[in-house]
C-alpha cells in the first residue's frame, strides 16, 4: 500500500526529515563505494616500488616503478618544496639533471633550484601539473642557486622570480641574462631531451636574440604558465614497451605563425567552464594502464637513502624480491613487468648507479 504525504496531516515535516536522512544516507554510502581517486593512492606512497625501471602511460596518464631521488643537496644543486616528496624520476631523468648541473655549472651558472620532478611511484599528484606521472618531466627554476646553502623554511616558501610580464607576456629584459639562454641551450643539447616547455614570452626572446645555431630551439615549445621555471621532458626509455611518447617536435626552429599565436587575444581569453574538475581530481586506477595496480602493490624499497642516486656509477642499496621469485602475470603476461632485482637500467654514458643488495642485518655491526 502506498501512503501519501497528503493523508497525513501534521506529518510532513516528520516525512520530509525522514526523506531527507535517507536520502543522506544514500549519498553516504555512495561515497564509501565509489572509487578512490588515483592522486590520493599515488600521493600516500612515501617511497618508490622496487621493480626495475619502466615508465607506463603517457606522460600525463600513468606510473612507474623503480624511481630514484635526487639528493637534497648537490655541489650544484639544491632542491625545493622538499615537503612535497616530487625529487623522484626514472634513473636516467635524476642522472640527467645531476649532469646539467655540472654542464650548467662549468657554462657559468651558480646552480639549479630544481622543483618538481615526480611522486615516488608517479601518478596524479594531489596538486598541481597534469603530467609528470612517469618519472620523465622535471622542473628547474630559472632562478639560480644562491651562493649559500638554503634553509628547509626557505626551500618551502621563498618565491621564484617571474620572469615574464602577465600583462604584455613578453620577458622582462632587467631580468634575463645570457646565462639563461646558455641553461636552456644546454639542457636542449642532451639527446635525451625530447623538448622544454617554457613561457610564449621566453621562447620569443629566444627566437628573438640567438644567434649562430638555432636548431636547438626546435626543442623549446611555447606553453601556458612556465614564467619562473622551464619544464625538461626525456622521451620513453628503453625497458618501458608500455610508455607512450609524445609525437616528435617540429624541424623548424619554432619562431613563426605558431609562436605568434600565443601574442594574440586568444590563448588568453577567460576559461568559459573555470569550475570543471581537472582531470586529476576525478581520476580513478580506472582511467590509468592496468600496471598501475601492480606498481602500488609492489613493495617499498628499504628507505629513501637506500634509493637515493649517488651519481658517477656509484652503487646504491636497494631491496630485492628473492631472485626466483616470479612476478604476478598483467593483462595475462607474466612478462608485463621484467623481474629484474631493481631499478637501475644501464646507460653508462649518464652514469646510471648499479644495483647491489642491502646486507644483512648483523654485517658490520
Avoid at 39 to 55: E, I, T
Avoid at 68 to 89: F, K, L, T, Y
Avoid at 178 to 189: D, F, G, I, Y
Wanted: with cysteine; charged share 20%.
Amino acid at each position: 500500500m502506498t501512503i501519501s504525504m497528503r493523508s497525513l496531516p501534521g506529518r510532513r515535516p516528520f516525512l520530509t526529515a525522514a526523506l531527507a536522512i535517507v536520502a543522506l544516507a544514500g549519498l553516504v554510502a555512495g561515497a564509501i563505494t565509489a572509487e578512490p581517486r588515483a592522486k590520493d593512492l599515488f600521493g600516500a606512497k612515501k617511497l618508490p616500488a622496487v621493480a626495475a625501471a619502466q615508465s607506463f602511460g603517457f606522460y600525463s596518464k600513468g606510473c612507474f616503478t623503480g624511481g630514484v631521488a635526487i639528493p637534497m643537496d648537490g655541489q650544484n644543486w639544491e632542491v625545493m618544496r622538499p615537503s612535497r616528496n616530487r625529487r623522484w624520476g626514472h634513473p636516467t631523468m635524476i642522472a640527467l639533471i645531476e649532469k646539467l648541473s655540472r654542464d650548467a655549472a662549468a657554462d657559468g651558472w651558480p646552480g639549479l633550484l630544481i622543483g618538481d620532478i615526480s611522486q615516488p611511484r608517479g601518478g596524479p599528484m594531489l596538486t598541481g601539473h597534469a603530467s609528470h606521472q612517469i618519472g620523465l618531466d622535471a622542473d628547474i627554476w630559472l632562478t639560480p642557486m644562491p651562493d649559500r646553502k638554503l634553509t628547509t623554511q626557505e626551500r618551502e616558501n621563498i618565491s621564484a622570480t617571474l620572469m615574464v610580464d602577465d600583462k604584455t607576456h613578453l620577458v622582462k629584459d632587467r631580468l634575463w641574462k645570457p646565462m639563461h639562454t646558455q641553461l636552456l641551450k644546454r639542457a636542449a643539447s642532451y639527446p635525451e631531451v625530447e623538448r622544454i616547455l617554457v613561457n610564449p614570452g621566453i621562447k620569443k626572446k629566444l627566437c628573438d636574440t640567438v644567434t649562430g645555431d638555432r636548431s636547438w630551439l626546435r626543442k623549446i615549445r611555447p606553453f601556458w604558465g612556465h614564467d619562473y621555471h622551464f619544464h625538461i621532458r626525456i622521451g620513453c626509455q628503453p625497458g618501458s614497451p608500455n610508455c607512450k611518447g609524445q609525437e616528435a617536435t617540429p624541424d623548424d626552429d619554432g619562431c613563426g605563425k605558431p609562436l605568434a599565436w600565443w601574442f594574440t587575444e586568444e590563448p588568453w581569453r577567460p576559461n568559459k567552464n573555470p569550475d570543471a574538475p581537472k582531470a586529476r581530481d576525478v581520476m580513478t586506477m580506472a582511467n590509468l594502464p592496468k600496471q598501475c595496480q601492480f606498481v602500488l602493490d609492489q613493495p617499498d624499497a628499504d628507505s629513501v637513502e637506500a634509493v637515493t642516486y649517488r651519481g658517477g656509477g656509484v652503487p646504491i642499496a636497494a631491496r630485492a624480491p628473492e631472485p626466483d621469485a616470479p612476478l604476478p602475470p598483467i593483462n595475462g603476461n607474466a612478462a608485463g613487468l621484467p623481474s629484474a632485482a631493481n631499478a637501475f637500467t644501464a646507460t653508462p654514458e649518464i652514469g646510471i648507479p648499479l644495483p647491489r643488495r642491502r646486507p644483512p642485518a648483523n654485517v658490520g655491526q
